[in-house]
């Protein structure tokens, strides 16, 4: 990563919908075809169920500690959801972007807000959203994990969520997968780019200056050389 | 273009670049392959080449029109050089966004400077850098059409307008052609995605909450439908 050109600054993707947009299926693909990004892996204090492994699909803490974390101003950003706390430890997050890697979060408008108020520079935001309450609804029976209340529960949410849509930098709308998930990757591919991700070509700019600084006080071109 | 998911306003894509990195190739490359971008055509009040036509290549104007257009602020930004005034009008721009065109700018950082004061929103800018002074030197020995003195002229422009890389967007290096087109591509494709250029969608978030309304006003499931 000493390479100018190529050394970087992470950054941190942000993905959002209402429920059954289809953020989950466009997140894995996302994460099976890029290599330099990441899911976020929170902190939560809920059991670990059986199939859970620890430091994989989340840290495990105690009420204590994670309270300990959250006082302590190690959280990015938090929430309680059914008596469960959850949230996003800082020094990992900042350890990745340091090191040129990218970590994508799956998180609600809430959690987004937080975000932004610690590391606004560092976040490119995307909201996903589905073509129609239609394809909503059958997406979220198709899971075939929630019953109709459960749905109906989630669909409330979704009614207050989509209102949040002018916040974000980015609006996908999820009617052709394949076309979803090519705009999401362009995001991810543009926003590497960004300059302000990319301080060490100042060493590029600096190179280049005194380069040019030499012909100019010769006032003659070199000879073509290998590169020519 | 009334459908509110792929309703959107134009961006002005700026590309700009010291000589010699390579930017005629990549202009020419993405005018070719992407349908919904033109390249803006500028007015000018020098003389009409043999092998240029009107309308097409500039707009031929007087010096007097010019002026006119100038002090009616009908041009988004202008200069003169060598005896000659250029400038990019106002209406053309104006009306190709509003179309959901995109247009394309091949200009230099004092005029991307006038541009950013005029029209900041509307903008998406790339500065393009060439990997070395050597890699730059021999491509504009390649152009042929230079002396080595015009050569000299156009590396001590390069020299004061790299300074001006940290106020651009994106910043792309052309050490490989493809790749810079790729990454050009993806700008674009993303830029066309930001939140702010989609102000239809807004139809879209209505219709959503109307439908998610009337679900949870009547508190049961729509059955399958046909899209279901």
Redesign the interface.
Known sequence: MADP?TARRGLMLILTSPSGAGKSTLTRQLLQVENEIALSVSVTTRPKRADEIDTVHYFFLSPERFIQMRDAGELLEWAEVHGNFYGTPRRAVEEALSAGKDVLFDIDVAGVRQLAAMVREDMATV?L??????????RL?RRASDD?AA??KR??T??TE??A??D??????N?DLDRAF??L???L???R???RR?PK?EA??A???R???G??AL????A??P??
């Open positions: 050109v909201f959203l589905p073509p129609s309450v239609a394809e909503q609804v059958s029976k109709d749905i109906l669909l409330k979704a009614r989509i209102q849509w002018a974000f930098d980015y609006i996908l709308v009617d090519m705009e990757r362009a995001i591919h543009a926003e780019l960004k300059q990319r070509l590029l700019i190179e280049l200056g380069d040019l600084d012909i100019l006032g003659t071109l070199p073509a050389g590169s020519a």
